[in-house]
């Protein structure tokens, strides 16, 4: 069984940059497609950011193209997003997932998540 532990969120002002980790044991996670999604307040969770399992290949959702920046690290068994230029609308709980094979991008395709972690911008 594969877990996963996001870390990083925080409270950030508009314009500043935030990396988030996740961390993953029990399995490997070369063996996984991974990718970020994220939840506001009253809305629906959406996919954010996913990458192959050698990281060969990338996809982001059109809000945080340009922005934000997905990366692996399959020998330290990690995930990172690196989010660049943040909004208001980027105002959100990030999970961390993963699946494979890959059905497609929506949620509830996605097999493991972690327990999420808040992040907030605000001025």
């Known amino acids: 069984q594969l877990q996963l532990v996001e870390s990083g969120g925080g409270l950030v002002q508009p314009g500043e940059s935030l990396t988030l980790s996740c961390a993953a044991s029990?399995?490997?996670?070369?063996?996984?497609?991974m990718g970020w999604f994220r939840q506001a307040p009253g809305k629906e969770r959406e996919f954010v950011a996913a990458?192959?399992?050698?990281?060969?290949?990338?996809k982001y959702a059109d809000s945080v193209k340009g922005r934000f920046t997905i990366s692996r690290d399959n020998t330290k068994n990690t995930v990172s997003l690196q989010m660049n230029s943040l909004s208001a609308e980027d105002t959100a709980v990030y999970y961390c997932?993963?699946?494979?094979?890959?059905?497609?991008?929506?949620?509830?395709?996605?097999?493991?998540w972690g327990q999420g972690t808040q992040v907030t911008v605000s001025s």
């Open positions: 997932a993963a699946t494979y094979p890959v059905i497609d991008l929506t949620p509830h395709s996605w097999d493991y």
């Open positions: 990458i192959s399992r050698n990281g060969d290949n990338t």
């Open positions: 029990g399995r490997t996670v070369s063996e996984y497609f």
